[in-house]
């Protein structure tokens, strides 16, 4: 009888050619499908919470993959740059990615807007989503045609660090607010652009922020399927 398996991540996304297997390239999926191949000696398909982008880094992805097996996955041998940070057999139903009713983003501005950026009014900016019912104008082309639903919340302190929820995420949508919130706080997009653009139907084409700022923090899931929920006493 098969099980299923979760496992909490971490991971530089430097040395990886984002989530999704490529043909020979380094990417995340991959690698944790090689050394669970190298365990139990068959290739098992893992599904990640989120299909993390080249370059972008992870604090809290969520994979999960079903074996007839009971392996010992804290003795995977995987790239440096990745590590399991717990691991624990699953709810049946459970899957990584169908499962997950949130995520929540964190995007460093200041590693690239220079120190004299007016946070203030990149806040005024992100204020002007709210009551949006969706941000289609956020997300670049992707094959899935559903608009992104609103934030959940947001905070962007006075270091130029964002962080971003919301129930799901489309293509490079958290890169691509970060871009704008950056031209509006060095002035050179007014605040209220932001509402404007999001709310448009077309894709994206203004500043994209680059990968290497962005890390996935946490992915949310219901409490009777979360595998890495505290029991409740």
Do not use: C
Not at 91 to 97: D, Q
Not at 117 to 134: F, I, Q, S, T, V
Not at 200 to 215: F, K, N, V
């Amino acid at each position: 009888m098969k099980e299923t398996f979760a496992l909490l991540l971490s991971y530089d996304g430097a040395a990886f050619r984002g989530w999704q297997r490529q043909p020979g390239m380094p990417t995340v999926q991959g690698a944790l499908e090689e050394a669970l191949r190298a365990l139990l000696g068959k290739r098992y398909a893992v599904h990640g919470a989120s299909r993390t982008d080249a370059g972008v880094h992870a604090l809290g992805q969520v994979a999960s993959f079903r074996s007839g097996r009971n392996p010992d996955l804290g003795s995977l041998q995987l790239p440096h740059a990745l590590h399991v940070l717990r691991w624990t057999k699953a709810h049946p139903s459970f899957h990584a990615r169908a499962s997950s009713i949130g995520k929540r983003y964190r995007y460093e501005l200041h590693r690239f807007v220079p120190a004299t950026a007016d946070w203030d009014r990149a806040r005024a900016a992100l204020r002007g989503l709210e009551g949006l019912p969706h941000l289609s104008g956020l997300s670049s082309p992707a094959k899935d045609p559903k608009p992104p639903p609103p934030l959940s919340s947001w905070t962007l302190d006075d270091g130029g660090v964002l962080e971003v929820s919301a129930r799901a995420f489309r293509k490079h949508q958290v890169r691509n607010l970060a871009g704008h919130l950056g031209a509006v706080a060095l002035g050179l997009a007014a605040p209220e652009s932001l509402r404007e653009l999001a709310r448009r139907s077309r894709p994206w084409a203004g500043a994209r922020a680059p990968a290497a700022g962005l890390t996935l923090v946490e992915v949310l899931y219901p409490p009777e399927l979360d595998p890495f929920r505290p029991p409740t006493s």
